[in-house]
């Protein structure tokens, strides 16, 4: 059974929302308005093995902009990602040139990272996901 101590231990705790529990559909200032209208204190971005969402890593200077004015104006933060794209970019591969891609693509998430706030990068450590 909690006691009281342990209630407020997690209250002190940051809970942040996952985007991909939002409508794909909803804009970055939609996004980060229903996270904090839902009692979060942050969201997590998803960096997955999509096209669209691995392209974020190399999003321009004004598409960067853009969404840390979304951020600013929401005022929530987005504190973590979610890397799943090293499925696709396996650092584990037997082939040299998906081991390569899956550094370079840690790479670009640790910059995306420092550029815009986030503190924590989720990573596992995939071997050959789609080639078993």
Not at 22 to 30: A, G, I
Not at 76 to 93: F, T
Not at 107 to 128: K, N, P, S, W
Request: with cysteine; aromatic share 8%; net charge negative.
């Amino acid at each position: 059974m909690l006691e009281a101590q342990d209630l407020r231990n997690l209250q002190e705790n940051l809970i942040g929302l996952y985007e991909k529990a939002l409508p794909k559909q909803l804009s970055w200032e939609e996004r980060l308005v229903a996270a904090k209208d839902a009692g979060f204190d942050f969201m997590e971005i998803s960096i997955d093995e999509t096209d669209d969402r691995i392209g974020r890593l190399h999003w321009s200077k004004s598409e960067r902009t853009k969404l840390m004015e979304c951020i600013h104006r929401v005022n929530m933060p987005i504190l973590s990602m979610c890397l799943s794209a090293n499925r696709r970019y396996p650092i584990g591969s037997e082939r040299e040139e998906t081991r390569n891609s899956g550094i370079q693509l840690i790479r670009d998430a640790i910059d995306f990272a420092l550029d815009r706030g986030v503190r924590v990068i989720q990573l596992a450590g995939y071997d050959e996901y789609a080639y078993p």
